[in-house]
């Protein structure tokens, strides 16, 4: 069992940054692939990325490539969100996710593969 709890969000102004964290409970957090999705009102949820139990491989949406870095500490049982050059499109409330799915051959930008989610933390972009 893995419980997560999204912090950082808030409003930002149209390329400015901000840094979103999920702290994990349970001892077994390490073994779990991590992904952060988001949702705004009215749309589906949508991937952004995900980084691997080990915090060498990452993958990102195509939206957010270049702008947006996952990173983990495995030591603290945190996973988190760094987004910069925001833009209004952004504005979502974003959910971090777990995934004892296996390293290879698996869908990370699908729901699916996920076990465990965290509650949410809204992000707003201003133009």
């Known amino acids: 069992q893995v419980q997560l709890a999204e912090s950082g969000g808030g409003l930002v102004q149209a390329g400015g940054s901000l840094r979103l964290s999920c702290a994990a409970s349970?001892?077994?957090?390490?073994?779990?692939?991590m992904g952060w999705f988001r949702q705004s009102p009215g749309k589906e949820r949508e991937f952004v990325g995900r980084?691997?139990?080990?915090?060498?491989?990452?993958t990102y949406a195509d939206s957010v490539k270049g702008r947006f870095t996952i990173s983990r500490d495995n030591t603290k049982n945190t996973v988190d969100l760094q987004m910069k050059s925001l833009k209004p499109e952004d504005t979502a409330v974003y959910h971090c996710?777990?995934?004892?799915?296996?390293?290879?051959?698996?869908?990370?930008?699908?729901?699916?593969?996920?076990?465990?989610w965290g509650q949410g933390t809204q992000v707003t972009v201003s133009s």
């Open positions: 349970g001892r077994s957090f390490r073994s779990y692939h």
């Open positions: 996710a777990a995934s004892s799915a296996p390293s290879y051959g698996s869908n990370w930008a699908s729901e699916l593969q996920y076990d465990y």
């Open positions: 980084i691997g139990w080990n915090g060498v491989s990452t």
